[in-house]
């Protein structure tokens, strides 16, 4: 009976999805997608197929976000048109804005009677008889003002806190972005470092080099000096234009996501930029050894003609 009647009269629907985490599945897709060129190996192949259906599953949700309905009766919470939670009007005795960082963590939270729904930095503390409920969004004016509509609760004397909150936001949000711009321009040195180890080893480095190994690190792919580059440098600056493009967008319109965003961008480049570098040194190594096999086959040979 309460659920038919929370089912009606609907006053308010707000969406609060957090595209900009799903900017983290690109990497969770391409470590593995890269692992498999380096090593195609049966447990490469089943990593990159348990990360895509993981992957897919975590973009769907952060892409569809959650739903708010705004009921005269209640507010329903839902995701992927599953009900979460349902907070009946009598329940809900007060409400506010406040802000929300990483240590407290994303998506569905909390412990107990505390539940929180956040893909954000900005949520409205919702205080029930029944324990508190964290609604999540980008302009939390918003749900507030929905909220006065099911409570009937007067908005006088809100607009100066809401506004205050929202000054203090923006003000935080403008000093941080400056850091962002310089972490982000920061990941090129990668490319700068790779290019450097490739020009400082060229003349060491052989004009046929591995490139392709196996699970035992054995080489079973090789491509020229030229190519060994280019596919070096080539994979690092299309990871950086798409890390670059991306971590502006989150700084720009989900700063909060922006921290974890830019760990994970590194730690990709990171493993890329490794990759390069054990190319290199693999291949110097390797041509040393390769030299004196040829100079015991000539000697052997020379033992052979004399005798």
Known sequence: MET????????????HAGRAWSLLMLPMLIVPAVSLIFYPTSAARFALVIVAVVGIGALGLVLSGFQYRFLRHGVEISTLGIRLRTIPRQQIVSYSIESWGLPRGYGIRGIGRTRAYVWGNKVVHVKTTNGDVYLGHNDPEKIVRDLNQVTGFATSGEGIAMGSTTAEFSQKESTNRGWHKALIGLMWVALASTGLSYRDAWDQLPGRMAVHFDANWQANGYTSREGALEMGLGIMAVLLVVF?????????????AFWPVLIVFYVVLGFVWYGNYSIIKFNLNAQPAHSELVDQGRSSQLSVLGS
């Not at 670059?244 to 909060?256: C, E, H």
């Open 4 to 15: 038919n009647s929370l089912q009606n009269d609907v006053l308010a629907v707000e969406t």
């Open 244 to 256: 670059t493009v991306a971590g502006l967008i989150a700084s720009a319109q989900k700063p909060s």
